[in-house]
């Protein structure tokens, strides 16, 4: 169901227990699934609530500081998690191969492409969106500087660039415009703001404001 | 008298939006029990669908339904033509496949996952036919529309006569718009005869009106929201099958249905840019005189639609020539409908004319930018016009100047930097500036802001931005009181986003919508303010939301003047749109651009150094986006110029490299600095701004100064798009090459 983990259903932290009941009954749907497949699988085929259990696997994320217990499809990637189940449709989808960086968002504060890894495979870690990227109303110095540099035109890939160009300056290859160009060449811009990009980032670098 | 906003590099009204994924973009809605949808599409590329088995897909969790020929819900609209009759692919109307790709049915599930799984369970036989995709095989079926018919003036084909002749056949591969937002669309029918759509375009009012056509509702029950939009170039300037194809699905299962296309189905559901092969031939005096052109050009289309462009529009008025000759022909295949590409036709023809020139002037031996201003056109010589305003010399003197022109070897492979060839290159681009009709409404609330809306469209250069600029400007309101809303079919008529238009057309009628408020009031004030009894609209002075008496004794402020008289808010709206000036002038945006490369000498390998280009575009509105615009247009004109080839299999009739890892295009270290310089002088007839449109024109001939300094660095012509470094091989065999 696409609308079941928005922010506001998501169970509120359980203990321990409960979350082992959790898995027990979800556990004794696969058992049960082992001990009479032809049954089960046909039950599957007309009953929602039974597929949906065993198609499902529970994962605890932190997200943008809010720490989620879900439970998703082991086949949802990060990507498609944030938008169509959390809401979080800031991070976008430019292919969904790892080719265009449109998906950029910071796992442990590493940049990676959220379409590259499957959502149940980043178990406990620390996920940043540009939701969460600032703080309250008060924008990144990154935001900032793309804005005043113009740093986009449709701003479909922005939220990709500017989670990479955090995390560019974090790992200190925002020396030159020529090291920006190249560690910041995973995000394609097709409205072709590179220059923009650059110059926000360069700024940023000189501003001495890399937070 | 206060600055204006308008030629100031304001920051966009929008980019907050935008840095915070704030902005929401069609596939961001999730109406409450949205479903989603996924496409199977055809695998072969001509011939008929013989079965559809849908029981597997039909017994996968979560599926709704599957939709195809078979059971799809009537389009009423379809009736209207018949089938065979080019009226473009009519999705699911009957069991013909004209092209790879082609949607073949529509999966609904309730998850994303389970319709992208159940899509690979729907099985598809197919009577396959012969099919044709390859324009150079096909050329005996190239044929002529009636709206690209041969054009001449002077003498047919007088080049032959001339002393200096040049003639040669440029070719431009299939090049795919991908814009990073996928294409897709929500629709919601929330009544059999009730349409919410959330879509990917350039135009509400345009999508509006074709759903109107298909499905026979009345046009206020379609409502069309695109508030932003993630990119387009173009292709979001019709109605795609795909969306058609999610429309039928939503009315069959009557729940909302969303569907976005993945990258490789971009290269086949939303059009392209046609391959094309063209042939320039020119002549000229001795001393540099054109005497004529001839410029013969072909380009594919789909078995269902002629799509036509401005191929050969450039070639009839860039150069002062008595003697042109064009002529443009389609070659249909079996390959889904091309859609205008940002610069469209005239990027193409541009490659061609401005490559043909500077071939020439090796010829001739004359610089390439001196044989430009000898014959530049100082009159349209098409129409027999004057230009409404032309300042393209001084525009290649300021391109000149900037990159250095005058400091370059003109013999071919004469220079060389750090072990590399160094080639400088100049071209020209033109772009007609059009003026459309639009309405907008304006909305001074007794607070003192300001709300202006019109069904306009931004896929990016920044409009509603430009729009504050112009109603700042005429009303005095500071500009972060004002508002200006687009993107909403309830919002009164804007035209699509194409063809550089947006500022020229809207621009002018926010100008007039603003003016008329004023009128309203201060007539207000004369009638109700004792203070303004006396004066008359045109007398009173309008500043920081307040009208002044001419004498500057009396204010009153909006708000006051509102509140006073007890009203929530005025609300004016204007229509407004270009009149006699368009027949007594022809009316154009220039562009010049030159580019400085590094050619490898042992592998050919182009790297652009530097590229400085200009334009003349009118007053400039917004200094900043208009800037971005244009380097934009460069980034796609690196494309076009180095890289961008959309490959196919004729074998298959399918597109072997449809993605991004091997449909290259730029990214940020492809790039060089980019410095962007306007004219910036107003055309005193197009429009109350004298603004031009930018968008194309950013492109428009980039490719040309490519691979004219390419030529200027290697001594080896590429006429072939892209340049890439295979086409340069023998650069080591040509060590005395010359022109
Ligand atoms: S959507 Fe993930 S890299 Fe393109
Ligand atoms: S701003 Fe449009 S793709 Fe980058």
């Known amino acids: 169901m696409p609308q079941e983990n928005k922010p506001s259903s998501v169970p509120p932290k359980k203990d321990k227990q409960e979350a082992r009941r959790d898995f027990l009954k979800q556990s004794s749907a696969v058992m049960a699934l082992a001990l009479a497949p032809p049954l089960v699988l046909k039950a599957a085929q007309h009953d929602e609530a039974i597929a949906a259990v065993f198609e499902k696997m529970p994962v605890n994320l932190e997200i943008n500081g809010k720490k989620m217990q879900l439970s998703v499809e082991p086949r949802v990637t990060l990507l498609d998690l944030l938008r169509e189940q959390l809401a979080l449709t800031g991070t976008k989808k430019g292919c969904d191969h790892g080719q265009c960086g449109a998906c950029t968002v910071h796992v442990n504060g590493q940049r990676i492409n959220s379409c590259l890894t499957l959502a149940v495979m980043q178990e406990g870690k620390k996920i940043t969106t540009i939701e969460g990227l600032s703080n309250g109303d008060q924008l990144h110095p990154v935001q900032e500087a793309f804005i005043r540099h113009d740093g986009f035109q449709c701003g479909y890939c922005t939220p990709g660039q500017i989670m990479s160009a955090v995390a560019c300056l974090h790992e200190g290859h925002a020396g030159s415009p020529e090291q920006i160009r190249e560690f910041m060449s995973g995000n394609i811009c097709r409205c072709g703001a590179y220059d923009n990009i650059v110059n926000a980032i360069m700024d940023v670098k000189n501003g001495g404001q890399t937070a | ?739």
């Open chain 2, 1 to 739: 008298m206060k600055k204006p906003q308008t030629g100031q590099p304001m920051d966009r009204v929008d980019g907050r939006l935008k840095v915070t994924g704030g902005a929401k973009y069609f596939a961001d809605h999730q109406p409450a029990d949205m479903q989603f949808a996924a496409l199977v599409c055809s695998t072969i590329s001509c011939g008929a669908i013989a079965s559809i088995s849908t029981t597997k897909a039909l017994r996968a969790p979560g599926v709704a339904d599957v939709v195809s020929h078979l059971n799809a819900p009537p389009v009423p609209g379809y009736k209207k033509t018949n089938p065979g009759d080019k009226n473009g692919l009519q999705i699911f109307r009957d069991n013909r496949i004209y092209s790879n790709g082609q949607p073949v049915a529509i999966v609904v599930a309730n998850t994303m996952e389970r319709a992208v799984y159940a899509a690979s369970l729907v099985e598809v036989q197919y009577n396959q036919e012969t099919h044709y995709t390859n324009m150079e095989a096909g050329m005996d079926k190239a044929f002529q529309n009636n709206r690209m018919k041969d054009y001449s003036r002077g003498e047919i084909n007088a080049w032959q006569k001339a002393p200096v002749t040049h003639s040669a056949q440029y070719t431009i591969p299939l090049e795919v718009h991908n814009p990073m937002e996928l294409a897709g669309i929500i629709a919601h029918w929330t009544s059999p005869d009730t349409l919410t759509l959330y879509a990917k375009t350039q135009g509400v009012k345009s999508v509006q009106e074709t759903i109107q056509e298909l499905f026979e509702i009345p046009e206020q029950n379609i409502t069309v929201h695109s508030r932003f939009v993630g990119g387009a170039f173009g292709m979001a300037l019709r109605v795609w099958p795909l969306e058609i194809a999610t429309i039928l699905a939503a009315k069959k299962i009557r729940k909302p249905v969303k569907l976005v296309i993945t990258r490789e189905q971009m290269f086949t559901l939303v059009g392209y840019r046609p391959n094309s092969s063209q042939k320039i031939s020119m002549g000229a005096t001795a001393d540099g005189k054109l005497t004529g052109i001839t410029h013969e050009a072909v380009a594919i289309t789909s078995p269902y639609e002629d799509f036509t462009e401005g191929i050969v529009a450039m070639t009839k008025f860039m150069y002062d020539c008595p003697n042109v000759n064009t002529r443009y022909q389609l070659v249909p295949l079996n390959m889904s409908t091309p859609i205008w590409m940002r610069g469209p036709g005239e990027a193409t023809g541009s490659f061609a004319l401005e490559s043909a020139i500077d071939e020439l002037s090796y010829k001739l031996k004359i610089d390439p930018l001196q044989l430009r201003i000898l014959n530049h056109a100082d009159t349209d010589p098409e129409r027999n016009l004057p230009f409404s305003s032309k300042y393209l010399k001084e525009a290649y003197q300021i391109g000149a100047e900037k990159i250095g022109w005058s400091s370059r070897n003109p013999a071919p492979r004469s220079m060389q930097e750090n072990g590399m060839l160094v080639g400088y290159g100049m071209s020209s681009g033109t772009f007609g500036a059009y003026r459309g009709k639009a309405t907008v409404s304006a909305i001074l609330k007794s607070d003192g802001t300001l709300t202006l809306q019109s069904a306009a469209a931004d896929i990016g250069p920044g409009t509603a931005t430009a729009m504050v600029q112009i109603a700042a400007d005429v009303t005095g309101i500071s500009p972060d009181k004002i508002t200006f809303m687009l993107g909403e079919s309830t919002f009164p008529y804007a035209p699509e986003q194409g063809g550089s238009a947006t500022v020229s057309t809207v621009g002018s009628a926010v100008s007039d919508v603003c003016h008329a408020l004023l009128k309203e009031l201060a007539n207000l004030a004369i009638s109700q303010v004792p203070a303004f009894k006396q004066t008359t609209p045109e007398l009173i002075i309008y500043e920081d939301g307040q009208l002044i008496t001419a004498d500057r004794q009396t204010k009153i402020t909006h708000e006051a003047l509102l509140q006073q008289q007890k009203l929530p808010e005025v609300k004016v709206t204007a229509t407004s749109q270009g009149g006699e000036e368009r027949k007594k002038y022809s009316m154009y945006s220039f562009s010049v651009h030159f580019a400085k490369v590094h050619v490898h000498p042992a592998t050919g390998v182009v790297r652009i150094q530097h590229i400085v280009s200009v334009a003349d575009a009118g007053a400039i509105v917004n200094t900043k986006t208009a800037r971005s615009q244009m380097i934009g247009g460069v980034v796609g004109g690196i494309g076009m110029a180095l890289t961008e080839e959309a490959i196919l299999d004729h074998r298959f009739g399918r597109f072997v490299n449809n993605n991004y890892a091997d449909y290259h295009v730029p990214v940020n270290a492809d790039t060089p600095p980019t410095d962007v310089y306007f004219v910036n002088k107003k055309d005193p007839y197009i429009n109350p701004m004298g603004s031009k449109g930018l968008g194309e024109i950013a492109l428009i001939g980039f490719a040309a100064a490519v691979s004219n300094a390419v030529f200027h660095a290697t001594g080896i012509r590429v006429r072939d798009l892209p340049i890439t470094p295979d086409k340069l091989l023998h650069i080591v065999s040509t060590e005395n090459a010359t022109a």
